[in-house]
């Protein structure tokens, strides 16, 4: 039997990283390193493993990825379990149960959704395009929710592990709904809160990239679009129904006719039960659908190698595919600010004196590390003039996800 994964935020404190190879505590160690890692020959231990291109790196990414781009992370100096202590998202069942705390959820994303909406993707993101344009990188597996991976390298497949905030989905009918009609809909049914955001706005709170001056004009949100306004009075907040279940009430599976009922602006009432809509994110408590895990599974099985970038791999559904890259003897690299859970299992056995080819540990930013890693990589030869081979095309990857 299939085990389902639940995703679980794990908030416990991580060692400090080694750094493999020793020198790779610069930047230019730590390209060097780098550059070895994704040119190495296979590794041994894959020679047999078929339908694997053991040439190619597979990338798994987190909220570290996205600071550069003005998100906040949750570990890093300015992540949310540091800067405030209080958070605590909210739980699938809590989400399904309770019409307050949707609320509340839905009060915060609509004023964190503008600053999510105007980020973009960060130099990390296009350096990962360029890889995937040199024949180096095969896939992308994140954890983010943003959609900045499928913005910056549209050809270069993606597979959102928790799922994104771009769209809507109804936990009735399964339709889903754009994220942008759903915040025209929530302004129009918070007239109030709407001015509150238009002066957040005016305050300038959303216009800066850097997180510190938007806590300082009043603005805060974590990475899951979400703002905090301590205070709000959220009991006000109201918002839509799913549309496709007000026109057409399901019969739900024991028979029974499912009831919709809204206000006369359209804002869906407690009587109701159905037509809730949720984030397309998996959230805290919700299982990951068995289609994605074993998607994320195969996008590790085929490929020779790891990238891991901007992640602590806290949540353990990322951390079990790092888990399994080690098992199937992929070597592994990780560029990351402060500790990665159970790294040192993932170096252990490393040949003394390897120069990166087995096995890298850096600690960096992404945006600043990645660039200067495609440079070098292209003044070496490695550039989408070289021939690459069949195998490193991206058609049949994730083509269950896509069917
Ligand atoms: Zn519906």
Redesign the pocket.
């Known amino acids: 039997m299939q085990k389902t994964l639940m995703r679980i935020p794990y908030t416990g404190p991580l060692p400090a990283p080694y750094i493999i190879p020793r020198n790779a505590n610069t930047p230019t160690g730590a390209i060097a390193a780098l550059s070895k890692f994704l040119t190495a020959p296979p590794a041994p231990a894959l020679q047999d493993h078929r339908g694997c291109d053991t040439r190619s790196t597979v990338i798994l990414s987190g909220a570290g990825i996205s600071v550069a781009s003005g998100l906040a992370d949750y570990r890093g100096t300015n992540g949310t379990y540091r800067q405030n202590k209080t958070y605590r998202p909210i739980y699938y069942h809590e989400f399904l149960a309770n019409h307050e705390a949707r609320k509340r959820y839905w009060a915060r994303s609509f004023l964190g959704w503008t600053n999510l909406h105007k980020a973009k993707p960060n130099a990390a993101h296009y350096a990962i395009k360029d890889l995937g344009d040199i024949g180096i990188v095969r896939s992308v597996v994140t954890q983010n929710v943003d959609s900045f991976h499928s913005i910056a390298h549209p050809d270069l497949p993606t597979l959102e592990l928790h799922g994104y905030l771009r769209a809507l989905i109804?936990?009735?009918?399964?339709?889903d709904l754009p994220r942008e009609a759903f915040q025209e809909s929530l302004t129009k049914l918070n007239p109030a809160w709407a001015a509150f955001l238009a002066e957040a706005i005016a305050s300038g709170a959303l216009d800066t990239e850097n997180p510190e001056e938007r806590r300082s004009k009043g603005m805060k949100t974590n990475p899951d679009g979400d703002a905090d306004l301590p205070g709000a009075p959220y009991s006000t907040f109201r918002y839509p129904?799913?549309?496709?279940?007000?026109a057409n009430p399901?019969i739900s599976a024991d028979g029974t006719q499912t009831n919709?009922e809204v206000d006369k602006e359209g804002a869906w009432k407690p009587t109701s039960n159905?037509?809730v809509?949720k984030p397309a994110v998996v959230m805290f408590g919700e299982s990951i659908p068995g289609k994605v895990k074993e998607a994320a599974e195969q996008a590790i099985d085929g490929s020779g190698r790891l990238l891991v970038l901007g992640t602590s791999l806290a949540t353990y559904s990322a951390w079990r595919l790092a888990r399994r890259a080690k098992e199937r003897g992929m070597p592994i690299a990780i560029v990351n600010l402060g500790g990665v859970r159970g790294e040192e299992a993932f170096f252990q056995e490393l040949a003394v004196g390897q120069q990166g080819e087995a096995g890298v540990r850096v600690e960096m930013k992404t945006d600043k590390l990645l660039p200067g890693l495609v440079e070098q990589l292209r003044r070496t030869g490695h550039d989408a003039s070289n021939p690459v081979d069949d195998q490193h095309t991206n058609s049949g990857v994730f083509k269950d996800m896509l069917s």
């Open positions: 109804c936990v009735t009918c399964g339709n129904a799913c549309p496709h279940c007000l399901l919709v159905a037509g809509l």
